[in-house]
């Protein structure tokens, strides 16, 4: 295999380097920017995107993220300069086993209205590809329609060898739990771990590698407008998730002769085709759609440092906008460690009925609405569209009672996919035996503590 380093065109600290275990990505930072890399020097034309004949003999071939005529603002698009355009990578593809990946619209269980939660599912023991490792929890809105969302759990115990995939139906939002990826990008190498994510936009072809052991974690399959950072309103221009902490890979290429499968997932379905070369040959890009990864532990919160209790959107880290302006398609929020000083506050979540619906996962820690131990890392929990959810009893007996004093949420990490549609739950999910079947009479173990003679 020839494996070129990328040199960084500009902005990044220092490209690919060899290391004795083999590569090291590298990285340039910023969010939406113009970037641009080449992993051969003189490899990105320079001042146009289409010379009659490219630099090395490549094919110049444009990934357009959003319609030609989006706004500035939304308007995405990558100029890839490759060995092979990706006509050349398509052969006549047949229909592949999807398993337990759903798409949205899949009515697939009526259960009753309720909060619903899940233990954390362990790693199989039987080899499985990122691709076949995805399991679906529950999907909302429509996949055709550009918009709603899939929430997957990943089960990875092999790497993809000469097997390569991209999604049609939706920009990946991956949540790294357990265990390492790499991920093999047209654009180059993404390494995640526990605590990182990793956005993978529609289109973008790939293979995942495991580094080390097995891995678990979330998969959000936005079908929506590509995600974005949210406004900061009066927050002004620093904290939140900040721009230089997201890191999109500099240009790296395969030049590969071998038998080799393309996977791509459209219209719900998975189809495969034959191909005889990889198809990870784009030498120079650049463009501002392009995959990316942010480190989760970076999140600068923000907060009531006096008194009362913020809404949780003060925790966005990335959001998909849809045309109504303030209601999203997705946000992704995460709560992380922070300083908790709000004084004669309940500080943990309150209680609370949603028009949006909230699907949550736990990457590690202990969740601050719920420490009655039932929301572990890895598990995830659903509360639907308008439907009552907050803190369990041993969270709400505590937090109402403690001296209040500055106190620190350490080692936590929890996370929510939170969309303007309902969810509807995966057959997988209903008949899981992670499914906790008890987990809906929670609220009413809380006890009364109404007294009219104590005002
Ligand atoms: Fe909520």
Redesign the pocket.
């Known amino acids: 295999m020839n494996v070129q380093m990328p040199s960084a065109f500009q902005q990044a600290p220092a490209g690919h380097v060899a290391s004795g275990s083999g590569l090291t990505p590298g990285y340039m930072s910023g969010f939406g920017n113009g970037f641009e890399s080449e992993a051969l020097p003189g490899a990105l034309p320079v001042a146009r995107n289409s010379p009659q004949r490219c630099p090395y003999g490549l094919y110049a071939e444009q990934l357009s993220g959003s319609p030609f005529t989006a706004p500035r603002v939304a308007n995405e698009r990558s100029w890839l300069y490759r060995i092979f355009p990706t006509v050349t990578h398509f052969g006549e593809f047949h229909p592949a086993e999807i398993g337990l990946w759903r798409t949205a619209p899949s009515p697939e269980t009526r259960l009753p209205i309720a909060p619903y939660r899940w233990d954390p599912i362990a790693i199989p023991a039987e080899p499985l590809s990122f691709v076949e490792g995805i399991r679906t929890m529950t999907t909302a809105g429509d996949a055709g329609a550009q918009a709603g969302m899939g929430a997957h759990l990943y089960f990875v115990t092999r790497s993809m060898e000469d097997e390569y995939f991209y999604n049609s139906d939706g920009e990946m939002l991956i949540v790294a739990q357990e265990g390492q990826l790499r991920l093999w990008t047209e654009f180059g190498i993404i390494d995640i771990e526990p605590g990182e994510i990793a956005v993978i936009p529609r289109g973008v072809k790939m293979r995942v590698e495991l580094l080390g052991g097995p891995a678990r974690g979330y998969v959000c399959e936005n079908y929506g407008g590509a995600f974005t950072l949210p406004e900061r309103g009066p927050i002004g221009a620093n904290c939140m998730a900040n721009q230089r902490d997201f890191l999109t890979p500099c240009a790296a290429f395969e030049d590969r002769e071998a038998p080799s499968k393309m996977y791509v997932k459209w219209g719900g379905d998975l189809w495969v085709c034959d191909l005889d070369r990889s198809p990870l040959d784009v030498v120079a890009w650049h463009g501002n759609y392009a995959p990316y990864k942010y480190d989760l532990r970076k999140y600068s919160p923000v907060g009531p440092i006096l008194y009362d209790h913020a809404d ?1 959107s003060i925790f966005t880290v990335l959001t998909s906008p849809s045309e109504t302006p303030g209601t999203a398609n997705i946000d992704f929020v995460v709560f992380c460690d922070r300083w908790l000083v709000a004084e004669n506050t309940f500080r943990p ?1 309150w209680y ?1 009925m ?1 028009v949006m619906s ?1 699907f949550m996962g736990l990457v590690h820690g202990v969740y601050d609405a719920k420490t009655g131990g039932g929301f572990q890392p890895g598990g995830c929990s659903l ?1 639907n569209m308008m439907l009552p ?1 907050g803190p369990d009893v041993d969270a709400f007996e505590k937090a109402s009672t403690v001296e209040l004093k500055p106190h620190k949420l350490e080692g936590t990490l929890a996370f929510m996919f939170e969309t303007r549609f309902p969810q509807a739950i995966s057959a997988f999910a209903a008949e899981s035996p992670a499914f906790q079947k008890s987990y809906a009479g929670y609220g009413r173990k809380l006890a009364k503590h109404f007294d009219p003679s104590k005002p």
Request: overall charge negative; hydrophobic content about 0%; proline content about 29%.
């Open positions: 949780p979540p609370h949603n909230e509360h959810h």
